[in-house]
T-cell receptor, first 111, second 113 residues
Framework: GENVEQHPSTLSVQEGDSAVIKCTYS??????FPWYKQELGKRPQLIID?????GEKKDQRIAVTLNKTAKHFSLHITETQPEDSAVYFC??????????FGTGTRLLVSP | DSGVTQTPKHLITATGQRVTLRCSPR?????VYWYQQSLDQGLQFLIQ???????AKGNILERFSAQQFPDLHSELNLSSLELGDSALYFC????????????FGQGTRLTVV
């Protein structure tokens, strides 16, 4: 199908722990993989993205890894903080025009 | 502020009615996407326009339609509204196709009563 599978649907961690969210896409031609964070009642906002010519990208406590062979990409958050609590969405292009989102992961970071 | 403007922010209407949601993309962006987000659900792709032309369709109901105007703003029309159409409707824009960063508006919360 054209969906992007995302796991887990919910993730609870203690402050300071790491969190990992995984996505699988189907279109082998996909070459751009963004991650969005959506806080309650707000718009999704891009937090990091990766293109298919690299395997990993880091931005402070956030990193994304890409395995093109397996069609997997993952979001890694280290040293989690309560303000990281939100819903995280991965996305992947389907063709040139369609940007398809995963089903979302609700991350809860407990103090 | 993402630069994408959606109006109205909130809309309450009765079943059977028709509403129009409006989106102004970021300056210079040619692509406009529409998404529906029901309560505690994901982002369902509805439709995408590029420089005035429809380029991709998702699971958009026949009661829904959209268009992008020459000035690149877009409107999403929802007709014969049902209770199940209550949702957040997001517009996003990007400079090019789906492999460029998409910026979201703040959404229009539609409540059908």
């Amino acid at each position: 199908g054209e969906n992007v599978e995302q796991h887990p649907s919910t993730l609870s961690v203690q402050e300071g722990d790491s969190a990992v969210i995984k996505c699988t896409y189907s279109d082998s031609a996909s070459n751009y993989f963004p991650w969005y964070k959506q806080e309650l009642g707000k718009r999704p906002q891009l937090i990091i993205d990766i293109r298919s010519n690299v395997g990993e990208k880091k931005d402070q406590r956030i990193a994304v890894t890409l395995n093109k062979t397996a069609k997997h990409f993952s979001l890694h958050i280290t040293e989690t903080q309560p303000e990281d609590s939100a819903v995280y969405f991965c996305a992947a292009p389907k063709g040139f025009q369609k940007l398809v989102f995963g089903t979302g992961t609700r991350l809860l970071v407990s103090p | 502020d993402s630069g994408v403007t959606q109006t109205p922010k909130h809309l309450i209407t009765a079943t059977g009615q028709r509403v129009t949601l409006r989106c102004s993309p970021r300056s210079g962006d040619l692509s406009v996407y529409w998404y529906q987000q029901s309560l505690d659900q994901g982002l369902q792709f509805l439709i995408q326009y590029y420089n005035g032309e429809e380029r991709a369709k998702g699971n958009i109901l026949e009661r829904f339609s959209a268009q992008q105007f020459p000035d690149l703003h877009s409107e999403l029309n929802l007709s014969s509204l049902e209770l199940g159409d209550s949702a957040l409707y997001f517009c996003a824009s990007s400079a090019g196709g789906s492999n460029t960063e998409a910026f979201f508006g703040q959404g229009t919360r539609l409540t059908v009563v």
